[in-house]
């Protein structure tokens, strides 16, 4: 994958390339992980050499990254997975982070993480990451973009509110919450509420399951 188009930060256009990472990539791909989950986010949960080699091996396609002024801004990777509408965890389906589980005859592309240094946010960034997920689906002829969202507002709420009232709060308009609210603008919609998704207090250890479909998807007679 090789694209190259023109973001903005206060005016200034920012050359940016979408392209496949490698390993050469590695060490700014651990920083940005350092610097968008700082301490105390526990460091061992931060991508290591070990499965970002295992995400060029099992699915190079699905590994990308930002590069701007010669720089790696962001990065998104993914696998394949067979989807059924089954309930899952974020660590069964990505095998913890390492995609071995990474199906290539399965219908769906899954998102495992993205990230954005913090320098290029409110660039649009985050969002030309995501839509490089979609030319991606569209190629492969997947039937859809598929991951699970933190939902880091519902701590605000949780006395008030169940987990399904808070998304339907944000559907409504009512409120927006920082990641779901922008993978909705990127396109995604939500599906369901996958619980024990991942230890995240701020959600509850909720995922809120989002899709995009592939409108050129095709069902095989």
Request: negative net charge; hydrophobic residues 35%; contains cysteine.
């Amino acid at each position: 994958m090789l694209l190259t188009q023109y973001l903005f930060q206060a005016d200034k256009p920012l050359k940016t390339t979408i392209r496949n990472y490698t390993e050469a990539d590695f060490n700014e791909l651990i920083d940005i992980q350092k610097e968008c989950f700082p301490p105390p986010f526990p460091s061992d949960l931060w991508w290591s050499e070990d499965q970002l080699g295992s995400h060029i091996r099992h699915f190079p396609q699905g590994a990308i990254c930002a590069e701007i002024n010669g720089e790696i801004a962001g990065s998104i990777t993914t696998l394949i997975i067979t989807y059924k509408g089954q309930d899952h965890t974020w660590e069964e389906i990505t095998d913890n982070g390492s995609i071995v589980t990474h199906d290539p005859h399965g219908n769906a592309l899954y998102v495992v993480d993205i990230s954005v240094r913090p320098k290029y946010r409110k660039t649009g960034l985050g969002k030309l990451l995501m839509q490089s997920l979609y030319h991606l689906v569209v190629e492969l002829k997947l039937e859809s973009v598929l991951g699970g969202s933190r939902m880091p507002g519902y701590e605000r709420v949780k006395d008030k509110l169940t987990p399904e009232h808070y998304v339907e709060s944000i559907l409504n308009g009512e409120r927006k919450d920082p990641v779901v609210t922008f993978l909705m603008k990127a396109g995604r919609t939500p599906v369901k509420l996958l619980p024990d998704y991942l230890d995240d207090p701020e959600s509850a250890n909720y995922g809120l399951l989002m899709e995009w479909k592939n409108p050129f998807f095709e069902k095989t007679k």
